[in-house]
């Protein structure tokens, strides 16, 4: 009696909590239930790799050119590196150089003169596991700064990540944040040309006569134009170091031409002016400590930052010995403005361009969130909107409450008082399971609300095993007490077999499912537990009680 006393007490604190926690607390709706965006972003790492290998051909080069190794050519293919010295009699030298600071990223072959670097894949590997964990990190800093409520953000496989954005009302604005490199330097600007003939001028080509290049806008970038005779035909390049070369230019290794777009006032490109900027940055967006909206001299929208200590110092060094020339602010290899330089510059300064202020606000987010260590790109999109997430909640409410309804009075017909029981066990395995998926954190979907219907018919399974076990009891000639202890005892190791199968199984789902499918997995574990505490604990409690203090009314 003492023993019934306190799980009596047990049972009551349990609902009450329960109760407490579903009436004061909400649940988090899923993507299917609210409403949202569904991205699947896969990681560019090749041109990551290839970038990486590209700094280090520089810095090969330069540290031969140190050590007075005279080199014939270098270039780089995907992530190789191919080196072709003047004489073999300089190659032990500069493979014991290069060994000494890349042996862990290059495997290095020798033939005669030439030198040849590969990447190692066991580099690769870690490499891409490492910009993958960065990637994932600068998203999730940026959506959380967008203020996104509850977002999903997870790895999947080696180069892969989904995003989940329930509730966004502007999903366009939501991806061009995510999506933004965000890689921010800081040029010195070598020369100006306002248009492709300019350009090519500047740079060592010549045009033969009658004819000119143009270029108009697109939304991949500049596109070029021989006009010839009156007749235009497209120039196809890949870059604008491409174009010069066509026309007999060059563009020395350490520069680069890079464009800024000239915009009118409704925001549309009308035009581009080109610069030659210095390859190497003097500054990059890793010596940034923050980013704000702000308004320049003229009060139109900019973004105002502020530069860690050692990048004001560099800054400041640099600034203070170039004043009167130019200096290109670059973001994701676009000239965003290149002021001259009238003073001094230290720990503060701004970019300034044709932003609007949403795009002067969203910049400032991802410049302080940092730039992705590789571009992303949009594989997959899914778009729920508000009324079908709705609609979505409203059929599964009526499913799960039909659900219910059936199984109850299934179980009041065909076991009368005991099925009555498992009713009451029932309803509370529902309010506890609600607020085990609330307190957990746990997202509600589509599919786990088939999870939760599923879970009603696994939680009076087990009462009806113990249930059957307990009428067979009583047709053996046992009492009341002892039929109901001994069905109990009986029931137990099928009904904890049956559980502990289909929790493994949830299990994998959880651990290789994604988006839907965990959600199901997670309803469906939560599920189980909680059921397997209601049908067996709490419907043995209420019937000790009937068997105690009211055996006549039982019927089963």
Do not use: C
């Not at 290794?253 to 800024?260: G, H, R, S």
């Amino acid at each position: 009696m003492k023993n019934l006393k306190w799980k009596v007490v047990f049972v009551l604190i349990v609902l009450l909590g329960a109760l407490y926690v579903v009436l004061t607390k909400r649940i988090n709706l899923g993507l299917d239930l609210k409403g949202g965006t569904h991205l699947v972003l896969q990681i560019e790492t090749q041109k990551a790799l290839e970038s990486e290998t590209s700094a280090a051909l520089r810095e090969i080069k330069r540290r031969l050119e140190e050590e007075n190794i005279p080199v014939v050519s270098a270039r780089r293919k995907g992530t190789t590196i191919e080196i072709e010295l003047l004489s073999p009699e300089y190659t032990e030298k500069a493979v014991s150089l290069i060994k000494d600071e890349y042996s862990q990223m290059f495997s290095i072959k020798t033939e005669g003169k030439k030198i040849l670097l590969s990447m190692k894949p066991s580099y690769k590997a870690k490499e891409i596991d490492r910009l993958a964990e960065q990637a994932l990190e600068t998203i999730r800093n940026r959506i959380d700064q967008l203020g996104v409520a509850e977002p999903v953000i997870v790895r999947n496989g080696k180069d892969r990540i989904i995003v989940e954005l329930p509730g966004v009302k502007n999903p366009e604005r939501a991806k061009k944040v995510i999506g933004k490199v965000a890689n921010l330097e800081f040029k010195e600007v070598i020369g100006t040309a306002r248009t492709p003939d300019e350009l090519i001028t500047k740079l060592g080509g010549t045009l033969p006569p009658g004819e000119t290049v143009s270029v108009e806008p697109s939304p991949e970038g500049p596109k070029f134009f021989l006009i010839k005779n009156g007749k235009r035909e497209e120039i196809k390049v890949k870059s604008l170091e491409e174009l010069v070369e066509k026309f007999g230019g060059r563009v020395p290794e350490d520069q680069q031409i890079l464009y800024q777009e000239i915009k009118n006032k409704e925001g549309k490109t009308v035009g581009y002016v080109f610069y030659i900027l210095k390859r190497e940055p003097i500054l990059t967006g890793a010596y940034l400590k923050d980013a704000y909206p702000s308004q320049d001299e003229n009060g139109m929208p900019a973004v105002s930052f502020v530069l860690k200590e050692e990048g004001a110092r560099i800054f400041r060094d640099y600034t203070k010995t170039h004043i009167g020339t130019r200096l290109a602010i670059v973001l994701d290899n676009k000239v965003q403005s290149a002021p001259v330089i009238r003073s001094e510059i230290g720990a503060r300064g701004q970019i300034s361009g044709q932003f609007t202020y949403q795009e002067a606000r969203d910049l400032a987010i991802v410049l302080r969130a940092g730039a992705l260590p590789a571009p992303v790109k949009i594989i997959e999109e899914t778009t729920v909107g508000p009324s079908l997430g709705k609609e979505s909640v409203e059929k599964g409410i009526k499913a799960g409450v039909a659900g219910i309804i059936i199984v109850m009075l299934f179980m009041a017909v065909y076991y009368k008082t005991a099925g009555v029981i498992a009713d009451l066990a029932l309803l509370m395995n529902v309010v506890l399971l609600w607020a085990m998926m609330i307190l957990l954190g746990a997202t509600l979907t589509l599919p786990g609300i088939a999870g939760f219907i599923l879970t009603v018919g696994m939680a009076v399974d087990a009462n009806v095993i113990i249930f059957e076990r307990i009428k067979e009891e009583l047709r053996k000639g046992r009492n009341l007490f002892s039929a109901v202890e001994a069905g109990f005892a009986r029931a137990w190791g099928t009904i904890l077999d049956a559980n502990i199968t289909t929790l493994i199984a949830a299990a994998v789902l959880f651990q290789f499912g994604t988006g839907p499918i965990k959600g199901f997995a997670v309803t469906l574990s939560l599920g189980i537990l909680s059921s397997m505490f209601t049908a067996v604990f709490v419907t043995k409690v209420l019937l000790d009680l009937i068997v105690k203090f009211k055996p006549q009314i039982f019927r089963i």
